[in-house]
């Protein structure tokens, strides 16, 4: 009786513990903020990345245009230097490398990403100097958006309030996962831009050298 006893307990403490594992992080509790050394005055000096694991995180690419360097920072304001290891500007997407032993648990499990979006609402996850926060966002279309005429990639326009800095920020689905990533706000208007994820999940597979950064 004893024996079946604790082989039950055995096996509920396995299911609990599988359970725990494949649950999604908390966005609020993942969300990174990147603080960049800008070669000069007038560059915005933060920007906002999605952790994905194995000390990986992805963001815009233009970020770090004219950029010494950067760090990673954690809701819990753990800090630890980062990489550029992809970077694509044409589709604004790039992957960052950093060392995650010291960061939150929920930066080392890292997000997940979603499949094609086709929810009208989601959520964006913030890491803004006074911390974390996710906000609501509105799919108002979905668009093929250019740079300077080149490069056409998926995107989406959104009613949310995007400020300096919330580039990289990632949208979310309802189950924390990552949809898209934000790259632009329209001026005087309660709208933004975000790069939609079937632009950004293949970004993985194209990692490469460290890139150095400078100032041009």
Known sequence: MLIKLASRLVLLAILVSACVADDPVRPEAAVLRLQLDACKQGIGSRATAAPVGN????????????????????ADGTSTPGSVVFRDSERDVAVIAFDDTSMPPAVRQGMEFSSEVEDQTLRIALHR???????????????????DGVGARAGLELEAEINPGDSGSPLIDDMGRIAGLVFASTRNR????AIAVSEVVGSLDEIGQIQELTCG
């Open 55 to 74: 000390g990986l995180a992805v963001t815009v690419a233009h970020a770090f245009d004219n950029i010494r360097g950067f760090d990673v920072v954690a």
């Open 129 to 147: 100097y006074e911390g974390t926060s996710v906000g609501e966002a509105t799919v108002l279309r979905r668009v093929r958006l250019t740079l």
């Open 190 to 193: 309660p709208n933004g831009w």
